[in-house]
């Protein structure tokens, strides 16, 4: 099979629990055909009182979402789209970790379901070969009275067998898929569930921050000159560490060392 043929399996709420291991707390998953955005109706689910462990999948997103507000292809039958409720007791600032450790959790459901070893783009990008492969977003909103997280809604965007095709001109160049080959017909079903018995493992003690040595381990930006845009400016940094925070350490041409919060800056790798 080429990159030019449909790549389909077929998602199963069975199958996805008969891999979700016990003790992860209930998961309550809703398989639908093609939504508009899956991180959009669980935050409606969570305004309307739904409690955590709701997870929406959909085989085709029409207008999915990714980081800063770009769009996220997802089309039908190719992908991983789907999203997860969580009422986490953090504060907004501790509310990155939620993604750092999702970003663990998919390299390492790739890995352990595939075989493929990936990399991870700070903050929340899974690569291949040098392009993306998987998109991360974690949206959230405030609560006033505890003054922490009323719910946080975190959306995994996965490219499985996508045909490259299917891509536009300018997101060819930074996107790609996990396969352009035939694969296991079950995959799918197994790689949603290992990512959540993943994320699980690390999410009960989130703030031991146990992930985050992986997180560095398979950083694809450390050690690598970067242009990062903060204030309207174009920036040129080498990249030092990832700190305890997951703030990503720069030293800039001049010489300055920066700490680089996710919400302040787009980075991307200097060709």
């Avoid at 929340?124 to 009275?145: P, Q, R, S, V, Y």
């Avoid at 999410?203 to 690598?224: A, F, H, T, W």
């Amino acid at each position: 099979m080429t990159d030019k043929e449909q790549l389909i399996d077929h998602l199963c709420v069975n199958q996805i629990q008969s891999y979700l291991n016990d003790g992860i707390g209930p998961v309550k998953i809703q398989i639908e055909q093609c939504v508009s955005s899956t991180n959009e109706l669980v935050k409606n689910a969570a305004v309307d009182g739904e409690p955590e462990g709701y997870l929406l999948v959909a085989e085709e997103q029409t207008a999915g979402k990714g980081r800063l507000g770009r769009k996220f292809c997802s089309p039908m039958g190719t992908g991983i789209y789907m999203s997860m409720l969580l009422r986490p007791k953090l504060s907004v600032e501790d509310s990155l970790f939620i993604t750092t450790a999702a970003a663990v959790a998919v390299y390492e459901a790739i890995l352990q379901v595939t075989g493929i070893h990936t990399s991870i783009k700070w903050v929340n990008d899974i690569f291949l070969n040098g392009k993306k492969i998987c998109g991360i977003l974690t949206e959230g909103a405030f609560d006033m009275k505890s003054k922490g997280l009323s719910y946080a809604v975190l959306g995994i965007g996965i490219n499985v067998g996508t045909k490259t095709d299917l891509f536009d001109e300018e997101v060819k160049k930074v996107a790609d898929s996990l396969f352009h080959t035939e694969y296991d017909s079950n995959l799918r079903n197994k790689l949603i569930a290992q990512v959540w018995n993943r994320f699980f493992y690390y999410y009960q003690n989130l703030m031991d921050k146990k992930y985050l040595n992986v997180y560095r381990e398979q950083s694809c930006l450390i050690g690598k000159e970067i242009t990062y845009q903060k204030e309207q400016k174009n920036v040129i940094a080498t990249v030092l560490d990832i700190d305890e925070c997951a703030r990503l350490v720069v030293q800039s041409n001049d010489g300055k060392t920066e700490k680089l919060m996710s919400g302040e800056v787009s980075v991307r790798l200097k060709n």
